[in-house]
């Protein structure tokens, strides 16, 4: 059973930083690339960033310069760093596992972590 629980939002004031955690199980977690997904109040879903099994990550244009994303293959945990926050950052942080194929595509997505950018 594919597991993804993310952690480690919550209120935080803007210019401070965060760290959010994915604790994944139930796949091989090294084998498969990983991405951050968000959703803000009347924005929709918007992918924050992709990592591949050795921890190269691309990033979308709104987060570049801002949020770093890693990972930890032994202890199979995918991280994202935010530092900087700004209230556009207020979202629902959600860990996305990706589906096997020649394509990017998500089959697990967790439950969402969220985060709150508010002085």
């Known amino acids: 059973q594919v597991q993804l629980v993310e952690s480690g939002g919550g209120l935080v004031q803007p210019g401070g930083s965060l760290r959010l955690s994915c604790a994944a199980s139930?796949?091989?977690?090294?084998?498969?690339?990983m991405s951050w997904v968000r959703q803000a109040p009347g924005k929709g879903l918007e992918w924050v960033s992709t990592t591949n099994g050795g921890g190269d990550t691309i990033y979308g244009d709104p987060v570049k310069g801002r949020y770093t994303a890693s990972r930890d293959n032994i202890k199979n945990t995918l991280f994202l760093q935010i530092d900087s926050l700004k209230p556009e950052d207020t979202a629902v942080y959600y860990c996305?596992?990706?589906?096997?194929?020649?394509?990017?595509?998500?089959?697990?997505w967790g439950k969402g972590t969220p985060v709150t950018v508010s002085s």
């Open positions: 996305a596992k990706s589906g096997s194929g020649d394509y990017y595509y998500v089959d697990y």
């Open positions: 139930g796949f091989t977690f090294s084998s498969y690339v």
